[in-house]
């Protein structure tokens, strides 16, 4: 009996029973350059976890980055796609913040910098892929389809693809070259491996730790694998989506999902924000004197400057990112918003936005005043730095009331980045203690923090070995042994520049 499956003609209003051994399934073919593509994803992977998750970051996993960008460059433009003007920045930005990883040593500054690679990696293949669209113009939808539709949407392209190299006769034949030649060249290789262990001691290392394992971590690499394989399927599937099945982000789509959140009535959101605004008032007006000694240096009555400074400080932080959401919930969820945004609403907005300026501000101020007294610390630091950040989304945020035609996530984007790059590449660790040093030495700061030196990274090292002989010798020195038995642990804590720096100035030995 023949099987037969029920489908719609062209006009689409009568079945037309067709016979199922007479419907052919599409097979999806695969171009060389994506069976070649998706081995080197899979590698680039397994080296992902390998340089970012098991081993301390430096240049291997700036060349690793380097890598990645470059091969998704060369995809794309294999695969007909042309480059413009800002795609080219994006690429820049890309090569420039993978250096990020051999300039610092900061655990903290490297992981958020892996964070922010990815996105702009998902970002920059999108973007070439979709030259008509405005990339930047609603910038949270299009990361939303980058980061995970696109490649979610093909995550099993990947094997796909290197299943159908080996089922190819020719794909067959190239490995089985492959082999034939890594055969032949094994002798020669371990010869030449063996001389230049025998000439450097670091090479002898490295090689050490890229092909031998303890047995004690040998299992470890099995989940290795199984995610670098993972982490290799999505890098495909970004690639291939983006370039043969791509979902372009279309203007009625958002306009869609933006009108679906606005479902307050804009007399409800006034009667919400209106207390808020009514507390601010109060609150500026009694504490006029109190936010003032924050930028004129001089105490409120009863304060020292440790209590001046730690007293409100995280609420006014928490303060503010409240009203970052507050207006966020105005913008996107008032019926009467957008190009149709009443006065009443700007006027709410522009209120709260100059509020949050003055308390960052006032935040800011307070915080250099804390410093000033009692040095630098890392939290300090980063806490003001996204204070600045802050403040720098509220001045958009009140350009935006001025000029509807503001690119603000471009805007947002540019200066993000460049901000994040200003706190990367500055190496905080290393001018904090620098500062510290000179403040101590000068007598402004009471001591130095030697039992904090040694929970930063080496980039505070670097600055405090130049100090050795004026500070505590003994601590310096036995911070040093610390980076040195590091070194000796794992060989790819020494591939910075903080390391080298350290090691070329002599480590404890000098």
């Known amino acids: 009996m023949t099987d037969y499956k029920e489908y719609y003609g062209a006009s689409g209003e009568l079945p037309v029973l067709i016979a199922a051994d007479a419907v052919t399934k599409h097979t999806e073919t695969y171009e060389k350059k994506e069976r070649i593509l998706s081995f080197l994803c899979m590698a680039v992977g397994f080296l992902f976890v390998r340089l970012c998750c098991y081993h301390v970051t430096g240049l291997l996993t700036t060349l690793l980055f380097c890598l990645i960008t470059t091969m998704c460059i060369l995809y794309l433009r294999h695969s007909g796609k042309t480059f413009q003007k800002s795609h080219k920045a994006l690429a820049g930005v890309l090569y420039a913040f993978s250096a990020v990883y051999t300039v610092t040593a900061n655990h903290l500054l490297t992981f958020l910098n892996t964070l922010f690679l990815i996105a702009v990696s998902a970002l920059f293949v999108y973007a070439v892929c979709q030259p008509?669209?405005?990339?930047?113009?609603?910038?949270?939808?299009?990361?939303?389809?980058?980061?995970?539709?696109?490649?979610?949407?093909?995550?099993?392209?990947?094997?796909?693809?290197?299943?159908?190299?080996?089922?190819?006769?020719?794909?067959?034949?190239?490995?089985?070259?492959?082999?034939?030649?890594?055969?032949?060249?094994?002798?020669?290789?371990?010869?030449?491996?063996?001389?230049?262990?025998?000439?450097?001691?670091?090479?002898?290392?490295?090689?050490?730790?890229l092909i031998f394992e303890p047995d004690s971590e040998t299992l470890i690499l099995i989940p290795q694998l199984a995610f670098g394989l993972l982490l290799g399927f999505y890098l495909f599937g970004m690639l291939y989506s983006n370039v043969h099945t791509p979902k372009p982000l279309l203007d009625e789509e958002c306009e869609r999902r933006i009108l679906g959140m606005r479902i307050m009535p804009n007399a409800m959101v006034y009667a919400a924000v209106t207390p808020i605004c009514i507390l601010y008032v109060l609150f500026f007006v009694s504490q006029f004197p109190y936010f003032l000694g924050g930028f004129t240096g001089e105490l409120a009555e009863g304060f020292t400057y440790a209590e001046y400074a730690r007293k409100g400080f995280f609420e006014l932080c928490a303060v503010c990112c409240i009203n970052f959401a507050v207006i966020g919930i105005m913008s996107f969820m008032a019926k009467q918003c957008g190009e149709r945004k009443p006065i009443i609403l700007k006027i709410y907005t522009l209120f709260l936005s100059v509020c949050s300026l003055i308390l960052a501000g006032t935040a800011i101020a307070k915080m250099f005043l804390y410093i000033r007294a009692y040095g630098m610390t890392q939290l300090r630091i980063y806490t003001s730095w996204f204070m600045l950040l802050l403040?720098?989304?509220?001045?958009?945020?009140?350009?935006?009331?001025?000029?509807?035609?503001?690119?603000?996530?471009?805007?947002?984007?540019?200066?993000?980045?460049?901000?994040?790059?200003?706190?990367?590449?500055?190496?905080?660790?290393?001018?904090?203690?620098?500062?510290?040093?000179?403040?101590?030495?000068?007598?402004q700061l009471e001591e130095f923090d030697y039992a904090h030196l040694s929970s930063l990274s080496d980039d505070a090292l670097v600055s405090a070995m130049a100090y050795k002989d004026v500070l505590d010798t003994s601590c310096i020195e036995s911070v040093l042994k610390d980076f040195e038995s590091k070194c000796s642990e794992d060989f790819y804590h020494s591939l910075n520049l903080s390391a080298w720096l350290i090691l070329a100035n002599g480590g404890a030995s000098k």
């Not at 113009?137 to 389809?145: A, V």
């Not at 540019?414 to 706190?423: E, H, N, V």
Request: proline share 5%; charged share 10%.
């Open 132 to 209: 008509n669209s405005n990339t930047f113009l609603r910038l949270p939808l299009t990361m939303e389809k980058a980061l995970f539709s696109h490649p979610f949407g093909s995550l099993n392209k990947c094997p796909a693809a290197a299943l159908s190299a080996a089922r190819s006769k020719s794909g067959w034949k190239n490995v089985l070259y492959v082999l034939v030649g890594l055969v032949l060249t094994v002798p020669l290789t371990f010869i030449v491996a063996a001389l230049l262990c025998s000439a450097d001691d670091a090479m002898a290392q490295m090689i050490n730790n």
């Open 391 to 443: 403040i720098t989304g509220f001045v958009l945020i009140i350009l935006r009331q001025f000029k509807a035609n503001l690119p603000v996530c471009k805007t947002a984007f540019i200066l993000f980045t460049a901000l994040f790059g200003l706190l990367c590449f500055s190496r905080p660790d290393a001018w904090m203690t620098r500062y510290n040093a000179e403040m101590y030495l000068s007598g």
